[in-house]
T-cell receptor, first 110, second 117 residues
């Protein structure tokens, strides 16, 4: 069966540093992968989508890479700020439906 | 981006009662909406896919008679938790795709916190 793993449940970093989150998947051959942000008690908010033929995608201070050979995506938050504190979810689509990883909760210390 | 609303944002009910949650796409039409459930410190689990004008498609293990879904229009889907029990207490989230664009992202509602006493 398909599996999505985000290997860190929590990540604590100092303001200004880069946070790197990992998403690994098995038994999938996704055409694209998505990253979402979820704040406590709120629904997820779409951040980035990267396609299988794209190695890297950037949006402001966010950067996503996608390695279909390793079956892995890395999500980077550069120059992190306390406002970046949230849970970040990776998601893959299969048969028009999204499956989510368990998420990594990032806490940025001032 | 597209906006999806949910109502109510939270609800507390007694065991055995039914609760209806509404999901609306405010500025776009959504042929398909999705309903998720999220328990504390866990990820979102897809419950069902709601199709406008037809029956919902439920994921394995989700009781269709307990979680009634109606998608009466292109902007409204409802989830009714029938005869709710404490184990149904959870965070329910809907999402929708904007059929008018070519993007693949889903737009999520803010969620509804259900507490069954």
């Amino acid at each position: 069966s398909q599996k999505i793993e985000q290997n860190s449940e929590a990540l604590n970093i100092q303001e200004g540093k880069t946070a790197t989150l990992t998403c690994n998947y098995t038994n999938y051959s996704p055409a694209y992968l998505q990253w979402y942000r979820q704040d406590p008690g709120r629904g997820p908010v779409f951040l980035l989508l990267i396609r299988e033929n794209e190695k890297e995608k950037r949006k402001e201070r966010l950067k996503v890479t996608f390695d279909t050979t390793l079956k892995q995506s890395l999500f980077h938050i550069t120059a992190s700020q306390p406002a970046d504190s949230a849970t970040y979810l990776c998601a893959l689509e299969l048969d028009y439906k999204l499956s989510f990883g368990a998420g990594t909760t990032v806490t940025v210390r001032a | 981006g597209a906006v999806v609303s949910q109502h109510p944002s939270w609800v507390i009910c007694k065991s055995g009662t039914s609760v209806k949650i509404e999901c609306r796409s405010l500025d776009f039409q959504a042929t398909t909406m999705f309903w998720y459930r999220q328990f504390p410190k866990q990820s979102l689990m897809l419950m069902a896919t709601s199709n406008e004008g037809s029956k919902a498609t439920y994921e394995q293990g989700v009781e269709k008679d307990k979680f009634l879904i109606n998608h009466a229009s292109l902007t409204l889907s409802t989830l009714t938790v029938t005869s709710a029990h404490p184990e149904d207490s959870s965070f329910y989230i809907c999402s929708a795709r904007d059929q008018g664009t070519s993007g693949n992202e889903q737009f999520f509602g803010p969620g509804t916190r259900l507490t069954v006493l």
